[in-house]
């Protein structure tokens, strides 16, 4: 073959292979370009859905409103359905409990109460709001629970509340019993157990948050040997100036300690019975505090 042939030959076939070069090039750019405003218009879209500005991080709602409960605990492992001298007669494994009502950022009021010039607000029980020009001039508001059934027959129980008392204004408790949610005890004033206000640390020893941290703890009523199925409280605001005591949280403490002997009270001899004592030595709340 002619020297010239050849080099013609390989001049074409060099000139064929940068045109495809040049055309892959070509097509791998436009590909890469559409994949890019794709991508862009996805990045777009999905901004537009959640409506949240460059920078912005979406609201997290962390004060959603919950609904109202009765929150029970046990302080050790006795059966809770029954009293009986199966467990009764240890003195280390007496039962012991705790319910707990929560009156913050509640979705409505709680069923079953009984309210008095009293409203509900995301903080808690308050008493509604003086009339103008009458800030300054005394009012008081009720709050009762209704019946509170125990979970099983006990022979004390000690009250804590959750409280806010700006200058000028006070809170007053008091709790009443029966064997059977029909027949009730007289109100029982209910007194701040002194020995344990204050004292209450928010965690036990061992680290554990304590739950009673941020209640006022209010004195024991104890009756020997006579048991009671059901509790109810009654609450006290009061105000002479335009601020108000805030009710946020209830708490009881309830147990048995008849060591099997207990009796349930009677309603037909109700009224003869002794009457409960204030009691803040031998199982008093101090001790429900420690729980």
Known sequence: MQPKRVILLLSVALLVLLVAVRLTVSHVGKASSSENARAEENSAASAEKRSVSPGVLPRIHTLEKKKYEVRREY?????????????????????????????????????????????????????AAPAPGKENEPRTGIIESPPLMLDFFSNAVAPMWKENIPDGTDMFVEMSVSPDGVHWGPWQWI?????????????????????????????????????????????????????????????????DSTLGEGRVASPDTMQVEEGPVANSSEGSSQNAQSQ
Do not use: H
Request: with cysteine.
């Open 75 to 127: 302080v050790n492992k006795s059966d809770p359905a029954t009293s009986t001298p199966v467990f009764g007669v240890d003195p280390e494994n007496q039962p012991r409990a705790f319910m707990t009502m929560d009156f913050t950022n509640l979705d409505s009021p709680p069923a079953g109460f009984a309210l008095q010039n009293v409203v509900l607000s995301p903080e808690g029980f308050t008493l």
């Open 191 to 255: 007194d701040i157990d002194e020995d344990s206000a204050g004292q209450i640390s928010p965690t036990y020893p061992d680290g554990r948050p304590n739950p009673n941290y941020g209640y006022t703890p209010g004195t024991m009523l104890a009756w020997g040997l006579t048991q009671w199925g059901y509790v109810r409280y009654r609450v006290r605001l009061y105000s002479e100036c335009a601020a108000s005591p805030v009710l946020s949280g209830f708490r009881i403490f309830f147990q």
